[in-house]
């Protein structure tokens, strides 16, 4: 199917893009174009204006402050994926996003983008939110900051209203003894759309867990926040933590228990269920393993 016709807009900063936003009836924010454009082309939107945020270089960029980690909605994935900043403070948020697409897909596809298609088996999410990470959402009136876990409301719906760019992620610098990683399972081993996910964040001193995180992405209408499996881990000495023990067999099976997957062309809920108690598990052991070798993330 060919691409039906459209105006296409390339500003040059947020208030152009706001005032062509602010004009047109339909306008869609086109960041990469891996989702937009395929959508399009499918068949399954249609824009009247599309607005390309390739332009405007403000939105494009790794920062570090006494703080925090900032990371403009318009950087690509290989762009964070190649950020010293990133390999150093956050190298399982850069694992995260290697499973993403191709080369030449990471190439083009942004984190706002990313994030910005609400899709539930999207990865960047997951690993994100298990960060506690904010993103920054600017319209023609100003700038707001929200909890990443606040923005999904359903797959592919997001609480960007209509006018509304996604500016920056943000990012906690890592704290001492945390450790992350993000497990995905999916039907082959590169270029997969995934069938269930889970993130893992945790924070160990000396020999006990103090702080726990787990998010499950592609089993729910949105990523979700399993406390219960983050509750379990916390205040456990590592030793209970370990392959085969009580406490890891109950937050894999807490996490899949939580899960409301559905059935599709992947996989059916029954099967994502099951298949979460052994990533979750996996997760759990990955993220202790580089919070004790002094990883951080």
């Given at each position: 199917m060919f691409i039906p016709d459209f105006n296409f807009h390339k500003p040059n900063s947020l208030n152009e893009a706001f005032h062509i936003l602010g004009k047109s009836d339909d306008g869609a924010i086109l960041a990469g174009g891996t989702d937009l454009l395929v959508e399009i082309k499918k068949g399954l939107r249609f824009h009247k204006d599309i607005v390309s945020l390739t332009g405007i270089k403000q939105l494009n960029y790794v920062k570090i402050d006494e703080t925090s980690i900032s990371i403009g909605a318009a950087t690509t994935l290989n762009e964070i994926i190649s950020s010293p900043i990133i390999k150093?403070?956050?190298?399982?948020?850069a694992r995260a996003l290697l499973q993403i697409g191709t080369e030449q897909v990471r190439n083009l596809a942004t984190i706002g983008g990313n994030l910005c298609s609400g899709a539930s088996c999207g990865d960047s999410a997951p690993i994100l939110m298990a960060f506690d990470a904010g993103v920054f959402i600017a319209n023609i009136g100003g700038e707001k900051t929200v909890s990443l876990r606040d923005i999904f409301i359903r797959n592919k719906r997001t609480i960007l209203k209509r006018g509304e760019i996604m500016t920056k992620v943000v990012l906690p610098l890592p704290q001492d003894g945390l450790g992350a990683h993000y497990e995905k399972f999916g039907l082959r081993e590169a270029v997969n759309i995934c069938v269930a996910s889970a993130a893992?964040?945790?924070k160990t001193t000396e020999n006990r867990c103090i702080d726990a995180c787990v998010v499950l992405g592609a089993v729910a209408p949105t990523p979700i926040f399993i406390q219960k499996s983050g509750n379990l881990l916390k205040g456990k000495d590592l030793s209970e933590l370990v392959a085969g023990s009580v406490v890891l067999e109950q937050a894999g099976q807490v996490a899949s228990d939580e899960s409301v997957p559905i059935d599709d062309i992947r996989g059916s809920a029954k099967f994502r269920k099951e298949?979460?108690?052994?990533?979750?598990?996996?997760?759990?052991?990955?993220?202790?393993?580089?919070?004790r070798q002094g990883k951080n993330s």
């Amino acid at each position: 199917m060919f691409i039906p016709d459209f105006n296409f807009h390339k500003p040059n900063s947020l208030n152009e893009a706001f005032h062509i936003l602010g004009k047109s009836d339909d306008g869609a924010i086109l960041a990469g174009g891996t989702d937009l454009l395929v959508e399009i082309k499918k068949g399954l939107r249609f824009h009247k204006d599309i607005v390309s945020l390739t332009g405007i270089k403000q939105l494009n960029y790794v920062k570090i402050d006494e703080t925090s980690i900032s990371i403009g909605a318009a950087t690509t994935l290989n762009e964070i994926i190649s950020s010293p900043i990133i390999k150093k403070y956050y190298s399982s948020f850069a694992r995260a996003l290697l499973q993403i697409g191709t080369e030449q897909v990471r190439n083009l596809a942004t984190i706002g983008g990313n994030l910005c298609s609400g899709a539930s088996c999207g990865d960047s999410a997951p690993i994100l939110m298990a960060f506690d990470a904010g993103v920054f959402i600017a319209n023609i009136g100003g700038e707001k900051t929200v909890s990443l876990r606040d923005i999904f409301i359903r797959n592919k719906r997001t609480i960007l209203k209509r006018g509304e760019i996604m500016t920056k992620v943000v990012l906690p610098l890592p704290q001492d003894g945390l450790g992350a990683h993000y497990e995905k399972f999916g039907l082959r081993e590169a270029v997969n759309i995934c069938v269930a996910s889970a993130a893992v964040m945790v924070k160990t001193t000396e020999n006990r867990c103090i702080d726990a995180c787990v998010v499950l992405g592609a089993v729910a209408p949105t990523p979700i926040f399993i406390q219960k499996s983050g509750n379990l881990l916390k205040g456990k000495d590592l030793s209970e933590l370990v392959a085969g023990s009580v406490v890891l067999e109950q937050a894999g099976q807490v996490a899949s228990d939580e899960s409301v997957p559905i059935d599709d062309i992947r996989g059916s809920a029954k099967f994502r269920k099951e298949i979460l108690k052994v990533i979750t598990k996996r997760a759990i052991l990955k993220a202790i393993e580089c919070s004790r070798q002094g990883k951080n993330s």
